[in-house]
T-cell receptor
Framework: GGIITQTPKFLIGQEGQKLTLKCQQNFNHDTMYWYRQDSGKGLRLIYYSITENDLQKGDLSEGYDASREKKSSFSLTVTSAQKNEMAVFLC??????????FGAGTRLSVL | AQSVDQPDAHVTLSEGASLELRCSYSYSAAPYLFWYVQYPGQSLQFLLKYITGDTVVKGTKGFEAEFRKSNSSFNLKKSPAHWSDSAKYFCALEGRSNNRIFFGDGTQLVVKP
């Protein structure tokens, strides 16, 4: 089996700071996703990528950048952290563009 | 437009009862439909999916779901429920013309021993 590794597990930032979240997968899946999960809510799609160097915007892409320089990695950048922002960012990959395999998440807190 | 609605934010039942978690969707064509589970402190795990064919699909952990095109629903079922089924359950939809997967807000299930 494979695994999706998200780093860091916890991220504390300052208002206005640029923050980068990383995701690595060893499934050899083509498609990767970034979702944001707010407390008590569902998942909202930020960016996805169907292959290396491809980027597709989701519904929540404003305020974020993404990068897929290798098939195995997909990074997400918060371009300017918002004060009191708290959320969990989930990375996922898919072998068939429907079944998702999720990482453990990165918990973001902005002071 | 694609959307998923899980009308019940919380469901509580006793161990041994039958559980049914509701999910309805909005999509102009035939969708792919999914259920995922999130146990406390963990990330989401895949339970089952409907792509085509039989409208009743079976997944892991004894769960099954029925796709009903007539009322755009994909309800999750299990009988009997066990206390270890307590978790948050998410219904999701993918349009066949794109790779965008939309999630509902989830249903928090509590099964009392």
């Amino acid at each position: 089996g494979g695994i999706i590794t998200q780093t860091p597990k916890f991220l504390i930032g300052q208002e206005g700071q640029k923050l980068t979240l990383k995701c690595q997968q060893n499934f050899n899946h083509d498609t990767m996703y970034w979702y944001r999960q707010d407390s008590g809510k569902g998942l909202r799609l930020i960016y996805y990528s169907i292959t290396e160097n491809d980027l597709q915007k989701g519904d929540l892409s404003e305020g974020y950048d993404a990068s897929r320089e290798k098939k195995s990695s997909f990074s997400l950048t918060v371009t300017s952290a918002q004060k009191n922002e708290m959320a969990v960012f989930l990375c996922a990959s898919s072998p068939d563009q429907n079944t998702l395999y999720f990482g453990a998440g990165t918990r973001l807190s902005v002071l | 437009a694609q959307s998923v609605d899980q009308p019940d934010a919380h469901v509580t039942l006793s161990e041994g009862a039958s559980l049914e978690l509701r999910c309805s969707y909005s999509y102009s064509a035939a969708p792919y439909l999914f259920w995922y589970v999130q146990y406390p402190g963990q990330s989401l795990q895949f339970l089952l999916k409907y792509i085509t064919g039989d409208t009743v699909v079976k997944g892991t952990k004894g769960f099954e779901a029925e796709f009903r095109k007539s009322n755009s629903s994909f309800n999750l079922k299990k009988s009997p429920a066990h206390w270890s089924d307590s978790a948050k359950y998410f219904c999701a939809l993918e349009g066949r013309s794109n790779n965008r997967i939309f999630f509902g807000d989830g249903t928090q299930l509590v099964v009392k021993p």
